[in-house]
């Protein structure tokens, strides 16, 4: 039997740290400061001739105050077993994220002992301790049901999209990986931005009603011979899970013959034959090199879905010269951009189209801005520096602009 302290620890009982985006610190700083602004209200608001006693507690609880704390549990025997149950319903309600809850439920675990102690009941403790327990088990379930899904996102690009989960969940469907790879290879990214999907996770309302009236994902897959129709293929889709589902970021056992039909159906190439050794060339990082299967010529991707589409490409190079000392100067190849992506994609949302307009910043990119719009989520990663920074600081490029830097922009 664990020893009942009358002295509640001011430690948090729970150990456990979820392993998702946890709210950490700031949050619970807004917690306390939500609660203190509580207390000082209190005595004012209708409920407050109940809540001085739980106000007074947690004064106490936080600062230690040992014996004044005991003078209150002495003298408010009747009021607790309510004040903990009070307590627990507020921590379970469902608005509540898992910091707030614990903590609530760890203020109701303190009175639960005190009144055990002074009081000689240990029911309303062991009641809190039963619901602490299975919110632990609960929030370790929910972690690792995002560590499951996560392992899908393996492959840089490919998505997880499980937004309306519990919809999915009452259909006995699975959540969906979308193989933004695998698209690549068919289409380039103007064909599905910024017609089809805005260039932004979760920025689009994917849903079935959606798709099934040929928008978002049924652009293509419905049944007008460009992809699979949703009839019938429902766990194609909603793959998460299933068997095969693996196979959509394995790039040692894919389905070459499969690709290959796909493209030429659509006008595409997946020339597999190119491929040295029969293997995807990947990066240190794991990412595929794209580039390297363009100068293998392995693939061609279809550039639009309607006939008379005028491609607008930008030929040019954009240098950017370095601040720092230690890195080397950029090397922006608008071509190799412009083939794949719309000026409307990166103009004027990402980068003012105007040279030396941007003042770009790593820390701003680490943030999902300028080039981090794209590299580290879908092409290749920041840790790979020096295929950025890749022109040594007074070599010239020839033809290029240059972007100067300046101290004060
Ligand atoms: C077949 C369609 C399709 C093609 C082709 C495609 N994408 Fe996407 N892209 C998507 C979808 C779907 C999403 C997710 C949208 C959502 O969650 O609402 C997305 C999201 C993104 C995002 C947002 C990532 C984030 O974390 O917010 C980026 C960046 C992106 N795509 C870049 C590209 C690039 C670069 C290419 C070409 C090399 C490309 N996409 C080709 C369909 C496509
Ligand atoms: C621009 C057209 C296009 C769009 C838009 C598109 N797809 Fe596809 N997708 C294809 C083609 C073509 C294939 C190859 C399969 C085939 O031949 O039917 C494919 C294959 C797939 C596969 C591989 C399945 C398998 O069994 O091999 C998945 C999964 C998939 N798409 C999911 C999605 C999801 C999810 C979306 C929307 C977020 C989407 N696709 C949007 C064209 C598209
Ligand atoms: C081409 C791929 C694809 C196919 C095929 C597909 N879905 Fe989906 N479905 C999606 C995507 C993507 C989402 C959005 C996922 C999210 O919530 O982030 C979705 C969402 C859903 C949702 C939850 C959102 C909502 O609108 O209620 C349900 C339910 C659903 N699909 C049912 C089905 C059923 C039933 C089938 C077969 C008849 C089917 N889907 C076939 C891609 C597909
Ligand atoms: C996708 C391209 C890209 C990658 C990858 C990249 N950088 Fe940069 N970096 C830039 C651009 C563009 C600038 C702005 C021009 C400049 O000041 O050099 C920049 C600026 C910088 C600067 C000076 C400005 C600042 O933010 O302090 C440093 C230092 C730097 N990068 C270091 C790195 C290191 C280290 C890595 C690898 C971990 C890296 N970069 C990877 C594109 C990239
Ligand atoms: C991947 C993003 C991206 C795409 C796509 C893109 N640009 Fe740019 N563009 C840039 C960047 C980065 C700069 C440099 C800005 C700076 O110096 O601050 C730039 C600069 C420019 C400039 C000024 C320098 C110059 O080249 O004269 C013009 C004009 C421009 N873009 C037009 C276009 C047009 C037209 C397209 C489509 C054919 C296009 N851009 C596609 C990123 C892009
Ligand atoms: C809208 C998406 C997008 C943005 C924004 C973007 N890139 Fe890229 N970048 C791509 C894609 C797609 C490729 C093709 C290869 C891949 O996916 O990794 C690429 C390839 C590259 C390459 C290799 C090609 C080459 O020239 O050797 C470099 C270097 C590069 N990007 C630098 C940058 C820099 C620097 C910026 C910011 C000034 C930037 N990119 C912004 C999407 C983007």
């Known amino acids: 039997m664990k020893m009942i302290s009358p002295l509640p620890s001011t430690a948090h009982t729970y150990r456990f740290k979820p392993s998702y985006k946890s709210p950490g610190k700031k949050k619970r700083r807004l917690a306390a400061a939500l609660l203190s602004a509580l207390i000082i209200l209190a005595p004012y608001s209708a409920a407050g001739a109940e809540n001085a006693f739980r106000n007074e507690f947690i004064i106490n609880y936080k600062a230690n105050r040992f014996p004044q704390q005991a003078e209150l549990v002495k003298k408010n025997k009747e009021a607790m077993p309510g004040e903990i149950k009070a307590l627990t319903a507020e ?22 002992s005190m009144y055990k102690y002074w009081h000689g009941d240990e029911k309303p ?5 039963t619901i602490q327990k299975m919110e632990i088990a609960r929030e370790r379930q929910r972690a690792a049901e995002a ?22 969940e009452a259909e006995g469907l699975n959540p969906v990986i979308f193989p933004h790879w695998l698209h690549r290879v068919w289409f380039q990214c103007k064909v599905c931005h910024q017609d089809i999907f805005v260039m932004k996770r979760g920025g689009n309302d994917i849903s079935k009603t959606h798709i099934l009236e040929g928008k978002q994902c049924g652009v293509c897959h419905a049944d007008n011979g460009i992809a699979f129709g949703t009839k019938g293929n429902c766990e194609r889709c909603h793959n998460a899970g299933k068997e095969g589902a693996g196979r959509l970021q394995d790039m040692a056992n894919l389905d070459h013959k499969k690709i ?3 493209a030429s159906r659509l006008g595409a190439e997946w020339n597999y034959e190119n491929l040295p050794a029969g293997r995807i060339p990947i990066d240190r990082w794991g990412f595929i090199d794209w580039l390297k299967l363009k100068e293998l010529k392995v693939f061609n991707p279809v550039i639009s879905l309607t006939k008379g589409f005028k491609d607008e490409v930008r030929d040019n190079k954009i240098l950017f010269e370095s601040g720092n000392d230690l890195a080397s100067n950029v090397l922006f190849d608008h071509k190799v951009h412009s083939t794949w992506i719309k000026c409307s994609t990166c103009h004027p949302a990402v980068f003012k189209d105007s040279l030396g307009g941007n003042h770009i910043k790593m820390t701003d990119m680490s943030a999902g801005k300028f080039c981090g719009h794209c ?29 100067e830097f300046k101290i004060a922009q």
């Open 91 to 112: 921590a379970l309600s469902p608005d509540r994220d898992f910091e707030d809850r614990m903590y609530l439920l760890d203020i109701a675990n303190a009175m639960g």
């Open 147 to 168: 560590e499951k899904w996560a392992r899908y996102e393996k492959l840089l690009g490919n998505f997880i999209m499980k937004e309306h989960l519990k919809q999915m």
């Open 260 to 262: 290959k039909e796909a």
């Open 375 to 403: 590299h580290g989520k879908v092409s290749f990663t920041f840790a790979d520096c020096l295929r950025c920074h890749k022109v040594p600081k007074g070599s010239s490029v020839s033809g290029a602009l240059i972007h």
């Open 125 to 129: 403790l062991l009641e809190v301790e």
